[in-house]
């Protein structure tokens, strides 16, 4: 291993590819969610931030709810902006209105330009690691050979527990021994 400095993004990548084992097969990460184990300040937390992201949400759809009102209330519309001219307030508005679009604009432009020169030139994303059939049957607790008939059965249902543990696997076996692996399954492991 080199202790000198990489001189791109993809050597430097590579790199730390190589100083990290792969993760083991973690059974941690099949659990998607379990609100029933997150603790009441994380619900607490979690709720605010969602509470918070709502009504932002809702905030940013004021003004076509506001058009909308102004569109069936035309009369309203009509005396406000034509008989008080009030469209005078609304064209001395416009080149603020307008400043403020453009400086939205180029956060946005330049967001994508600070994005766009930091991942450009490789791609990081990994296929997933393939599982082996080991790490299956123990996660399963089962032996490897019952595995492995799950695996070239034609029709497989599988029964669990409220906890996740294997409680019956009904199969239909192949009407032929040299039945095609599914695409899913490694052939080299086969």
Same mark, same amino acid.
């Given at each position: 291993m080199s202790f000198s400095s990489p001189k791109n993004k993809q050597e430097q990548f590579a790199l730390q590819r190589e100083q990290k084992p792969p993760a083991p097969f973690n059974v941690c990460q099949l659990i998607i969610e379990k609100p029933e184990k997150q603790k009441p300040g994380q619900k607490f937390l979690l709720g605010s931030i969602t509470l918070l992201f709502w009504g932002a949400w809702s905030f940013l759809w004021a003004p076509v709810a506001n058009t909308l009102g102004w569109a069936f209330g035309f009369y309203a519309f009509y005396e406000h902006l034509v008989v008080l001219r009030g469209w005078e307030g609304l064209v001395k508005q416009l080149p603020t209105y307008a400043v403020i679009a453009q400086i939205m604009c180029g956060g946005l432009i330049l967001w994508a330009i600070i994005n766009w020169r930091r991942f450009s030139g490789f791609d990081r994303r990994q296929p997933p690691q393939d599982v082996s059939l080991e790490d299956?049957?123990?996660?399963?607790?089962?032996?490897? !050979?019952? &595995?492995?008939?799950?695996? #070239?059965?034609? #029709? &497989?249902? /599988? @029964?669990?527990?409220? @906890?996740?543990?294997? &409680?019956? /696997? !009904?199969?239909?076996?192949?009407s032929s021994s040299n039945a095609p692996l599914p695409e899913w399954q490694d052939r080299r492991s086969a």
């Open positions: 299956v049957a123990q996660w399963q607790s089962q032996p490897k !050979e019952q &595995i492995q008939k799950w695996q #070239h059965a034609r #029709h &497989i249902v /599988v @029964h669990y527990d409220t @906890h996740g543990k294997l &409680i019956e /696997v !009904e199969t239909t076996p192949n």
